[in-house]
């Protein structure tokens, strides 16, 4: 299944929408304990804080010592952080506007 395919999908619409109704952290909270499991919230936090490091310099084996997280995990987030979607990108920009206010 390709990016397209799983995008043009109705459920996945529905989500991607609902999740531009989330209001704040404690929404946020709420509807990933309701959608995923406590290993899956920490996968995806894991990730974030992958693209954290690596963006902010820190070498592959730093970040997975910091993180716990797999030499492939950081590779995939490499690719991902410098790739054509830009959701990190745009995710850390923001992140990095807001703490500055």
Do not use: C, F, W
């Given at each position: 299944m390709t990016k397209d395919d799983i995008l043009a999908?109705?459920?996945?619409?529905?989500?991607?929408?609902?999740?531009?109704?989330?209001?704040?952290?404690?929404?946020?909270?709420?509807l990933l304990l309701d959608l995923c499991t406590i290993g899956e919230i920490g996968d995806l936090?894991?990730?974030?804080?992958?693209?954290?490091?690596?963006d902010?310099?820190?070498s592959y084996v730093a970040v997975c010592e910091e993180t716990g997280a797999?030499?492939?995990?950081?590779?995939?987030?490499?690719?991902c952080l410098t790739g054509e979607?830009?959701?990190?990108?745009?995710?850390?920009?923001?992140?990095?506007a807001a703490d500055e206010d």
């Open positions: 999908r109705p459920e996945v619409g529905q989500l991607l929408h609902a999740l531009t109704l989330i209001e704040d952290a404690d929404e946020a909270g709420r936090a894991q990730r974030l804080e992958v693209a954290r490091l690596l902010a310099g820190n797999s030499s492939t995990t950081v590779s995939r987030v490499s690719k979607h830009a959701g990190y990108r745009l995710i850390l920009d923001r992140m990095s």
